[in-house]
């Protein structure tokens, strides 16, 4: 499973921007697919993640503000992020969990994937 991230930038407090992520490869299944954060000297935290039954969760910091939104059929995750404060700025990764298709005996195979991370900036 592959993971291609766009989206992201810099953008001026109150504003918006859109991270998308698609996933590909031998998917057999999604059961989730999330966005991550990590600003500079903090630990990575989760952000906003959607499961497969269209539950979501999101970090308190962010609720009101991102909307996090899954097509299907395209295996995409999609983060809206509205109302930009400062606090925002950090590389946002995208993580799948997964089920891989395999070739041989044993089913499809759990895993956990991560994109090669977005910069969002927001300046004050």
């Known amino acids: 499973v592959q993971l291609v991230e766009s989206g992201g930038g810099l953008v001026q407090a109150g504003g918006s921007l859109r991270l998308s992520c698609a996933a590909s490869?031998?998917?057999?299944?999604?059961?989730?697919m999330a966005w991550y954060r990590q600003a500079p000297g903090k630990e990575r935290e989760l952000v906003a993640r959607?499961?497969?039954?269209?539950?979501?969760d999101y970090a308190e910091s962010v609720k009101g503000r991102f909307t996090i939104s899954r097509y299907s059929a395209e295996n995409t995750v999609i983060l809206q992020m509205d109302s930009l404060e400062p606090e925002d700025t950090a590389v946002y990764y995208c993580?799948?969990?997964?089920?891989?298709?395999?070739?041989?005996?044993?089913?499809?195979?759990?895993?956990?994937?991560w994109g090669q991370g977005t910069l969002v900036t927001v300046s004050s």
């Open positions: 993580n799948v969990e997964a089920y891989e298709v395999t070739y041989g005996l044993g089913g499809p195979r759990y895993v956990v994937v």
């Open positions: 490869g031998n998917i057999f299944s999604i059961d989730a």
């Open positions: 959607i499961f497969s039954d269209v539950r979501t």
